[in-house]
DNA sequence: ATAGATGCAAATGTTTTGCAGGAAA
DNA sequence: TTTCCTGCAAAACATTTGCATCTAT
C-alpha cells in the first residue's frame, strides 16, 4: 500500500486531537492521494462524488482543510480564483499555459537563495514565496 | 499638472473606442493617480465616495477595468482576495508582510534572467510573471 | 453517552451583469 | 438623438458557517 507516510501523518493528526476517522475521509484520502499534480476543490468533489454520491461538497472543503493542515496537501491558487491541492514535495514553482491551464513544475536553487538575499536586504523573515511563471506552452504556441 | 502621461493614455484610449468623458471617470482617475503604492477596489471606493458620495461602487470596479486595459493601472493581487492596482513603473516585484500588510516593491535582474531561462528549457513562451515573498517586517518581528 | 462529523441551506465577500433611466457626443 | 454610462438590485462564484441530525468512539 503506497503512500504509507501520508496515512500515518493523518491518522496522527486525527489522534492528537480526537478527530474521527470516518467514511467520508477515507474516501476524499483514497481520491486524493491518486492525483498527479494538482486538482482544484470542484474537481476533487466531482471525483469523490463519482464514487460516492452522497458526500456533500462542505465536506470536501472541510477535508481538504484538515489534510493541509496535517501536511498531506499544500494549497495552491494561480490566477483563476479556484483553490488547488498538491502532494508536497520537494520545493517548486509553477509554470502555467494560460491557453491550455497546463501546469508545470520546476525549481532553481539559485532564484531560491536569491530571495533569501532580497528579504534580508529589506529586513523582512521570509516565510514563504510564491513565483509562478504564466505563459504558452509548446503545443499551444502554433497559431 | 501632473500625470501627464498617464492622462494622455486615457484620452487615446477613449477616443479610439469613442467612449466617454465622464465626471466619474475624472473624479476615479484624480484620486487613482494621487496613490502610492498599493490600493483595493473597497478602499478606492472609500476614497472616490469621500468626494463624490453618489457614485457606484459598481462604476468604479468598470472604471478601474478600462484604466487597466489603457495601460494606466496594473491589476495585482495578493493572498487575502482582494484586488489592489498600482500606476505602472519600472518592473518589480513584492515582499508582502503578512502582520502588517505592508507592501514593499523589489527588483532583481537575476531573477528576471533566470525566469526567461527557466520558460526556455521548458518550451514555453513567457507572457508575465507572479513573485511575491511573503514574511514579517521588520517593525513586526518584535514579540 | 458524547464529542465530533455530516449535509443541507443560508450566508459570506468580492466582483460581474441586467436593466431602466440619465448624460455625453 | 443616438450611443454610451451610471447606479441599483440581483446574480455569480468559490468558499464558509449555522444547525439539526447522524456516527464514531
Redesign the interface.
Known amino acids: 500500500m503506497s503512500h504509507e507516510i501520508e496515512r500515518m501523518a493523518l491518522s496522527r493528526y486525527l489522534d492528537d486531537r480526537h478527530l474521527k476517522r470516518t467514511r467520508q475521509r477515507e474516501a476524499i484520502l483514497e481520491v486524493f492521494l491518486e492525483v498527479t499534480g494538482h486538482i482544484s476543490s470542484e474537481e476533487l468533489v466531482q471525483r469523490v462524488r463519482a464514487r460516492h454520491p452522497h458526500i456533500g461538497f462542505t465536506t470536501v472543503y472541510r477535508t481538504m482543510k484538515i489534510f493541509c493542515e496535517a501536511g498531506l496537501a499544500i494549497e495552491r491558487s494561480f490566477?483563476d480564483g479556484v483553490t488547488r491541492f498538491e502532494i508536497p514535495h520537494e520545493h517548486h514553482d509553477h509554470?502555467v499555459?494560460?491557453r491550455c491551464g497546463r501546469i508545470?513544475e520546476?525549481e532553481?536553487s539559485?532564484?531560491e537563495s536569491?530571495?533569501d538575499r532580497?528579504?534580508g536586504?529589506?529586513?523582512?523573515?521570509?516565510?514563504?514565496?510564491?513565483?509562478?511563471?504564466?505563459?504558452?506552452?509548446?503545443d499551444c504556441?502554433e497559431e
Open positions: 490566477e509554470l499555459c494560460v508545470v520546476f532553481c539559485m532564484i536569491a530571495q532580497i528579504a536586504e529589506y529586513g523582512f523573515r521570509l516565510l514563504r514565496h510564491r513565483h509562478e511563471l504564466y505563459g504558452h506552452c509548446r504556441q
